[in-house]
């Protein structure tokens, strides 16, 4: 990722809400190597997956950036939403993208997403309602993130199948995914050019 000169100014792009409580509202993304927005197309296609599934669910946005899909999620009817963002100049636009939207059902957490995953893990567990995990790790292909889709599998063998409702994952579509991960099992995948969503169960 190139170096930002002193006091240069990071672009900022918008995107909006789709549907649900909080249709219309803006979402700001920073232009920054770590963070990309998900296409509309692809949100629209994961929520019409998902539909009223997630009504009252919690909903875990692991590699957050901007928290798109947290917050489609939260105005879509989720109950309770978590993001994990490591980026500085992204967390502090999750933290106006949530105030704009919602902060009573949002929980942020700032620093590197498999450090504070068994935090969040925690949290979701007591509560004791199914939860949705989205996993949206930087594309391998970047610079440093060789391992990032192992680290990211790891984690999610640790999910217990009484805790989840299902595990989404958006990656790069020339990655084969496995058919099993820890106790959740492959159902579909939808592909999206580069990027293609695949979903998990608990088996």
Do not use: W
Request: hydrophobic share 35%.
């Amino acid at each position: 990722m190139p170096l930002m000169k002193k006091n240069e100014k990071i672009k900022v792009f918008t995107t909006t809400i789709n549907a649900g409580k909080f249709k219309g509202r803006k979402i700001e993304i920073p232009d920054i190597g770590t963070t990309r927005s998900s296409k509309a197309i692809l949100r629209e296609s994961l929520f019409n997956t998902l539909q009223f599934d997630i009504m009252d669910k919690n909903f875990v946005e692991v590699f957050a950036g901007s928290g798109s899909i947290g917050l489609e999620a939260l105005s879509r009817g989720a109950g309770e939403c978590y993001f994990i963002e490591y980026n500085k100049t992204a967390f502090h636009a999750l933290q106006s993208n949530v105030k704009r939207v919602d902060p009573s059902h949002c929980h942020l957490f700032y620093g590197d997403s498999f450090e504070k995953f068994s935090v969040v893990y925690e949290l979701v567990k007591r509560s004791h309602e199914k939860t949705y995990f989205y996993f949206d790790p930087p594309f391998a292909i970047r610079e440093g993130m060789d391992e990032i889709y192992d680290k990211t599998m790891k984690l999610i063998e640790s999910i217990e199948p009484e805790i989840c409702e299902m595990v989404i994952i958006e990656h790069m579509t020339n990655l084969e995914m496995p058919h099993t991960i820890g106790a959740l099992k492959f159902f579909k995948h939808k592909r999206f050019g580069k990027s293609t969503i695949s979903y998990y169960q608990p088996l």
